[in-house]
T-cell receptor
């Protein structure tokens, strides 16, 4: 079974631009979560989608948005990029939101904002 | 609020040494607890988990016991190897009537094992 895939693996953008990151979950998984990892703030939750609906959202500005398609693939978008948005963006999928259910992580997309 | 605190790194050990990485949590309700590991250039891999008090999670020689009385979930391994060098994250998920919220992570502890 293929794991969680994220594309692209690396991105370089300049301030003010926007970016779209993609995540393909493990086949059969309907829940997709996004996390931002930075040296200063560590791992922080962005949002979670389940069956095309945003179920949960972290404390990030409205410049960060996402969506999920009918095949469970998910995208996140960051508009008007700032230097502080440079981070590793991780996507995780799980089969259901059951208690203690494991989330499987992809390798991440490394975003650098210049 | 809900949070996870784990010992600051980096931790440097010699091969075959005993490892302990401390983790304590603050949570409303009854969380599930996890240890994730991140190797250089990779995403997170689940190392072990425990879903209720007194459960012991174990995998690849690593162990952690869910201690509700001390709100702790310390990671231990009796004999580390060079291949265990990585960053280790303690995390929790709050459970709501059978479903769960998002993962809340500690800051991570970098482990380096020298031959």
């Amino acid at each position: 079974k293929a794991g969680v895939t994220q594309t692209p693996r690396y991105l370089i953008k300049t301030r003010g631009q926007q970016v779209t990151l993609s995540c393909s979950p493990i086949s059969g998984h309907r829940s997709v979560s996004w996390y931002q990892q930075t040296p200063g703030q560590g791992l922080q939750f962005l949002f979670e989608y389940f069956s095309e609906t945003q179920r949960n959202k972290g404390n990030f500005p409205g410049r960060f948005s996402g969506r999920q398609f009918s095949n469970s693939r998910s995208e996140m978008n960051v508009s008007t990029l700032e230097l502080g948005d440079s981070a590793l963006y991780l996507c995780a999928s799980s089969s259901y939101r059951a208690a203690g259910n494991e989330q499987f992580f992809g390798p991440g997309t490394r975003l650098t904002v210049l | 609020g809900n949070s996870v605190t784990q010992m600051e790194g980096p931790v440097t050990l010699s091969e075959e040494a005993f490892l302990t990485i401390n983790c304590t949590y603050t949570a409303t309700g009854y969380p599930s607890l996890f240890w994730y590991v991140q190797y250089p250039g990779e995403g997170l891999q689940l190392l072990l988990k425990a879903t209720k008090a007194d459960d012991k999670g174990s995998n690849k020689g690593f162990e952690a016991t869910y201690r509700k009385e001390t709100t702790s979930f310390h990671l231990e391994k009796g004999s580390v190897q060079v291949s265990d060098s990585a960053v280790y994250f303690c995390a929790l998920i709050l459970n709501y009537g059978g479903s769960q919220g998002n993962l809340i992570f500690g800051k991570g502890t970098k482990l380096s094992v020298k031959p």
